[in-house]
């Protein structure tokens, strides 16, 4: 019969009881203070989201437009391929000839298709900022109920570690234009699903509810899954090393369980998978490795996050190219380093942290070791990993810091357990596990008595958690203002000119650079219409991914002109080219808008392809009987 610690608080009995054999719970309705804490996750998620209500038809981000048009243009891709009834893997709407691979691009299919009549009828503008919204306060949410059912017994903790884990910095940051990343509700529940894999006859459901889950979150977010492997892998690792004849002992029911899960998974999403590396527009991995020299600047880890109501946007500059996936400022960081020191001694639970927290943050350094803006000469770990490296070959090393940030939240929660449960009657051991197995930090613990000496933590520690998140409340996402589609657009006045199997080829034309507006063309009208180009990632000529579609002669020619604010001196063999571009495209009908080179870009497709017709709002070249 091993010792049992008696300093081990509640929190450590928690955390070892999701690992081990977590007791059955009776279903109850949700505590009045579950509903107050998704209320407020709720009312935050709005609040974010503020400056895109105030006209949400016309704002887009104003830090990632571009990114932003393309998650309206998802939702757009979902709601046409419910209606249509067609394969949401593959669109020919954009690119057109080729067409995009939707799975080899952060395409959202396990929101978009679901929320498909609901972009029907609401339009993707405010679809965008009505999930944007709920995504955050949904991350916040399943985390606040991982917490609180399995890790922390104050509701309090619970909320607080529940709003870190949604509001980050880092999550906050990518919810400028970039869903996909604050779309985190499903792992908080993957993470306790890996965690219960050792339950003693469960193995079976668990490995199924396991499998589900992983399955539909790959129709998420591919990245933040790897992401939440990877450290799951580590906290196995820590829990088999610190633990090991329990981990020996249910090592069984895991592998078994884990083999259900991965299997299910696998079946659910085997075509899909085949069809992202296999399928039409697929690649393998990105040309140049582009995104390997993104490493985490060390000067972040205390920096203010641009939109938290402490953050400078004039400091993002210094810092050099990076996400603000950590930007915790440094009181946040002091305290967080204090908490681990007081909790590491004696909680299970935050022995774990401490391991995910030195790992991640030195993963994250990059290949070049990066501070204040400054790349030194010093190694990092990512000096050392190949750029071809199957499924990391895409991967940004910053980002994997975003494990810090989820490890700092439930670290939070932890601390405010510890400072709200002094005196109060510790966690009961899982009666499941028989005497014999229990191990250190599974027996009820001794609560530690709070004497007069020590009574004065409580509203110190208080006082230091609340210092050390206020600076971090996030300030309503920033928002331009963007012109609505031309009128000859949104009111169909384009549908005389454009058959079935042909395009409208908007001027400028859609890149990963240039025509945000253009883009938006075909969001706002459902994808009524095929247009070339697009901002998407798919295979150049040697089957590496790029962004954006090659450029032909006349796009290439179209941007050099909107660079120049001129038009260049022009050949019979640009015009030829432009003809024979037109008929790759599959072009019937070429339309230019309003807009900052309106002038110079009717100058430039008069000269190519001869004087325009004005329809409506709209300049317009039909190319009909140019083409064959």
Known sequence: MPVVDPSLNSASVAAESVVADP?????RRPARADVLAIGAYALLGVFVCLNYWGDVQHRVSSH????????????????????????????????????????????LLGVTLPLAPLTLLLGPQVMYALYLGGALAATAGTSYWMLSRHLVRSRGAAFVGGAFLGFAPGIVHHANGQPNFVSNFLLPLIVVRVL??????????????????VAYQIFINEEMLLLTA??????????????PRAAWARAGAFLAAGGVGAGLALLLTAYPIWFQFNGPQSYRGLQGGVFHGWGEDLAAFVTFARDTVAGDEAV???????????WFGWPLVLVALVALVLLVRRSFAARILAVLVVVFTVAAIGPKVRFDGVETAIDGPWAYVPDDLPLVEMMMPTRLSLVVAAAVGVLLALAWDALAGRGRPPVPAPRSVPAAERTEGTAEPAPPAAGPRRRWLRPVGYGALTLALLPLVPRPLPAQQIDPPPHFITAGGWRPYVPAGRTLVPVPIPSNVHGLPTL?????????????????????EQGEGVFGAPNRPTSTLIYATMDAGRVPPLTAENRRQAVEDLRFWKASVVVLGAGPREAVLRELMTALLGPPQRVDDVWLWDVRPLLP
Request: aromatic share 12%; hydrophobic share 40%.
């Open 316 to 326: 993002e500059k210094t810092i050099g190219l990076t996400e603000q996936n950590t």
């Open 23 to 27: 007791p059955r719970r009776p279903r």
């Open 64 to 107: 990632l437009p571009t990114d932003h048009s393309w998650f309206e243009w998802l939702f757009a891709h979902g709601a046409y391929s419910v209606r249509h009834l067609e394969n949401p893997l593959f669109t020919a709407r954009q690119n057109a000839p080729d067409g995009v691979n939707m799975m080899a691009n952060t395409s």
């Open 520 to 540: 938006r063309w075909s969001a706002l009208t459902g994808q009524a219409f095929p247009i070339p180009g697009g901002y998407f990632i798919g295979p150049n």
């Open 230 to 243: 990877l450290a799951c892998l580590v906290v196995v690792a820590a829990y088999a090393a610190q633990r």
């Open 196 to 213: 219960r894999l050792g339950e003693p006859g469960r193995w079976w459901r668990n490995g199924i509810a396991l499998g589900v889950l």
